[in-house]
């Protein structure tokens, strides 16, 4: 672990340590990778309630009269379709159609936007955000990223727990977002609808101060603290990207098959920051896809950077992986030559200097059992 | 922490049992509850030598994947079959049904450069 000091801090961390949190470094951060187990917390999200501590996510605010038209031209969505309330995942990208992250975006009022931006690259995503300001004012960006405790509560129950505890709060629908409770603080208290588990469950925005009560509220109401474990097990399971490992700079959303969230043949937004090169990019043609991966054998874990093989030769690498709590298979994401992708395909997964057989499969690898009927 | 006193301990947190010419390994309760859900295991293969200090077996939880370090030098003559169905075992039953492999030692004197378990239970506590 890098020197503790040097780490950024979440304003929950006291009342995490006193859940049993383990701790890692995760993205510059101090964070739990896990309180009781990642198998019994994955559970507890997948079949009742869990809370995550997302506090390192960076919490952005676009206002004025130019915010929509900047917002269209530096995110990969259309933002214009958002009602106020609502919610859309998008990306931000450089130039060259590379992902600098992914994100999501909020309507709040009219002319007000609220921006969750990942962890690891809070700084930069500002960076370039401030690189991309009119000079003209009609813009205005606000960092709210440490004015912010934020706590993901995930899980069938999450809706009945959350009733439970602001029993006047309009509860928003899927991607939606909505006032927690009218404070008339400087720092409004909201709710979004919205996760990174696969299960029903919403995302709280709370100021700092109001931090600590609310995740001791949430434990009182019996709900189980999760870590960056079941996190990533929860996501994976679902074939959710995760930026750094499945999402960079060097890959693009149309290789990653974020293709839908890319408004490429929107006539109402012809130009965004990338989308020429993405559209040179379509118009060669891909040369390899982010695709879900499935051992065909009982395995190893799989984890990132494992290579995968075809016919007896490296042709990629996992960048994501995982032993899958509720599937009990082991699971992977990979970018592959186009060649390889199709659902079905044979492959190989090298773990430790041996091959196990794998093949091409779809997301998510789990579903809900009421999907399955 | 349960800390067997008819044991040996290597500082990696694996133990040995003694029993004739075998010699039993496993991991230590505080390992497995450091690891904590133990997800795979991979053993040694029979008839393998294995190094002290060295890397003898794979023990993999949700999260990471962790090097076994054989605690003495010698031949693996039997390895735990049950583990590749139930991995578990290590959390459970780390001293008895998690064992990992047996071996015959090559070297036995290596066996009292091990720690005692009351030198184990001062480095775990």
């Given amino acids: ?286 040369l390899s896809l982010l695709i879900p991966l499935k051992l065909t054998v009982k395995g190893p874990p799989l984890r990132a950077h494992y290579p995968v093989l075809s016919g007896g030769s490296i042709v990629g690498e996992t960048c994501s992986g995982a032993l899958s709590p509720s599937i009990g298979e082991g699971i992977a994401m990979a970018y592959l030559p186009v060649a390889l992708t199709e659902v079905g395909t044979t492959l190989e997964i090298e773990v430790r200097g041996r091959l196990y057989p794998a093949s091409v499969t779809t997301v998510p690898f789990y579903k809900k059992p009421s999907q399955n009927s | 922490m349960n800390v067997p006193t008819d044991l040996r301990y290597a500082k990696t947190h694996e133990w040995i049992r003694i029993e004739g010419d075998s010699v039993t390994v496993g991991i230590t309760d505080h390992a497995q509850a450091e690891l904590t859900d133990i997800v795979y295991v991979e053993p040694p293969k029979v008839g393998a030598a294995v190094t002290a200090g060295a890397t003898a077996a794979v023990v993999e939880s949700v999260k990471a994947a962790s090097d076994i370090y054989s605690p003495i030098s010698g031949t693996v003559t039997e390895v735990n079959e049950e583990l590749s169905e139930n991995p578990a075992l290590l959390n459970t039953d780390p001293f008895g049904g998690g064992w990992i492999y047996k071996l015959t030692a090559s070297a036995p004197a290596e066996i009292e450069t091990l720690l005692t378990p009351e030198a184990y239970t001062a480095q775990i506590s």
């Fill in chain 1, 1 to 286: 672990m890098s020197d503790i000091a040097s780490l950024k801090h979440s304003p929950l961390e006291a009342a995490r340590i006193a859940a049993g949190a383990r701790m890692v470094e995760f993205g510059g951060w101090f964070m739990p990778v896990q309180y009781s187990g990642i198998m019994e917390e994955h559970r507890a999200v997948r079949t009742a309630a869990g809370m995550f501590d997302i506090s390192h996510m960076g919490e952005v605010t676009v206002t004025g009269a130019g915010a929509l038209a900047w917002l269209e031209n530096l995110l990969t969505n259309r933002v214009s379709k958002l009602a106020v309330g609502r919610g859309q995942y998008t990306l931000m990208l450089d130039e060259k159609g590379g992902v600098i992250d992914d994100l999501i975006i909020y309507r709040t009022g009219e002319s007000v936007y609220f921006l969750v931006i990942n962890a690891a690259c809070r700084d930069l995503d500002l960076e370039w955000m401030r690189a991309h300001l009119p000079n003209d004012e009609s813009v205005t960006l606000t960092d709210l990223g440490n004015d912010y405790a934020a706590i993901a509560l995930q899980g069938p129950d999450s809706e009945k727990i959350l009733r439970s505890l602001y029993p006047e709060c309009e509860i928003p629908k899927r991607n939606g977002m909505a006032s927690l409770s009218e404070t008339g603080g400087a720092i409004p208290e909201l709710v979004a609808r919205t996760g990174y588990t696969g299960e029903d469950g919403f995302e709280l925005f709370v100021p700092v101060a109001k931090g600590e009560t609310l995740w001791n509220n949430l434990l009182a109401a019996g709900v189980k603290p999760a870590g960056l474990g079941a996190r990533d097990t929860l996501r994976l399971e679902m074939g959710y990207p995760l930026n750094g490992s499945d999402l960079s700079r060097s890959r693009t959303p149309l290789e990653a098959g974020l293709g839908k969230f890319v408004a490429l043949d929107d006539p109402e937004k012809p130009y965004f920051i990338g989308s020429e090169a993405l559209r040179a990019q379509r118009a060669e043609g891909l």
